[in-house]
């Protein structure tokens, strides 16, 4: 299986898409500039806007979305596969998708996956989010080949159902994206020892570029742009909030001599769970 270079792209994407893709593109440039084959930006590249009425204006189709476009152009231009983390993409029926798109190095459109799981939660200090207001939920786990490589398909919430990332493990992934805006409350807690702990239960490289900083719409963002080894160990960090890229390089072998020495993913088992004594609660190993 071929190496390649990873880059995690790390941005502060504000309220006007045309900023944000001009941002983006200089840090694409950079991380192909650092020799990166596979790019990753990071959840709500295209914009961070928390009203509803500017969300509504600024979310249109794919097809005449900036952050698509401009991604499609360098993806071809710069000769690497470009995963756009997600950017909002206004749908046929006229909801709103949180999308991830996947493009090669000819510009051609990979894959797509919609954000499954929805941030709808309320933290301590009156923090409060409910994205279910905003964003349809996909339904459907996505993964896709990059040269000897097959990637798995997140977005932020989704790293706190390990579920999902077994299953694209099962179906072939050796490498898991979590593009992400992590709140800095729920990032502090949580964020390293997430992707740590996806990449050592699936034995799969964690690739997760991250939104970090004070953003226009008030939200503030954790940073830490992480790229994990499936033995568990960070290969590459952004130790800060501030836009930016870190790279590694992937060598998807890695995920066969992880998994070969614990090899979980051929051990699970069917089981039970025991509700006292009283009943027995079928259930399966995810």
């Not at 500017?54 to 952050?67: C, G, Q, S």
Request: charged share 25%; with cysteine.
């Amino acid at each position: 299986m071929g190496v390649f270079r990873a880059a995690a792209v790390q941005m502060r994407s504000g309220m006007e898409p045309e900023r944000n893709a001009r941002d983006m593109e200089a840090l694409v440039r950079e991380a192909a500039g650092l020799g990166a084959t596979y790019v990753q930006t990071p959840e709500m590249t295209g914009a961070m806007v928390r009203e509803k009425e500017a969300r509504e204006k600024l979310f249109v189709p794919e097809d005449r979305d900036i952050i698509v476009a401009t991604a499609r152009r360098l993806a071809e231009e710069l000769g690497l596969f470009l995963h756009i983390g997600s950017t909002a993409i206004l749908r046929e029926d006229g909801k709103v998708a949180n999308r991830a798109l996947l493009f090669s190095p000819t510009g051609e459109t990979l894959a797509t996956y919609d954000k499954i799981h929805m941030f709808d939660v309320d933290l301590d200090h009156g923090e409060s989010w409910r994205e279910s207001a905003a964003y349809e939920p996909g339904t459907r786990a996505v993964t896709a080949r990059i040269n000897d490589a097959t990637l798995g398909f997140a977005i932020c919430y989704d790293l706190r159902f390990p579920q999902l990332f077994r299953a694209e493990a099962l179906a072939g992934a050796q490498v898991l994206t979590v593009p992400a805006a992590f709140t800095r409350q729920t990032g502090e807690a949580h964020w390293h020892v997430l992707l740590r702990a996806r990449a050592i239960e699936n034995g799969a490289f964690v690739v997760a570029a991250a939104q970090g900083g004070q953003h226009e719409d008030g939200r503030e963002t954790f940073g830490h742009s992480l790229i994990v080894d499936p033995w568990g160990r960070v290969l590459a960090e952004a130790d800060h909030d501030r836009p930016g890229v870190v790279v590694a390089e992937i060598d998807p072998a890695q995920s066969a001599a992880a998994r070969g020495k614990i090899p979980n993913l051929k051990n699970a088992r069917e089981f039970t769970v025991a509700d006292g004594a009283s009943r027995t609660v079928e259930r399966a190993e995810a």
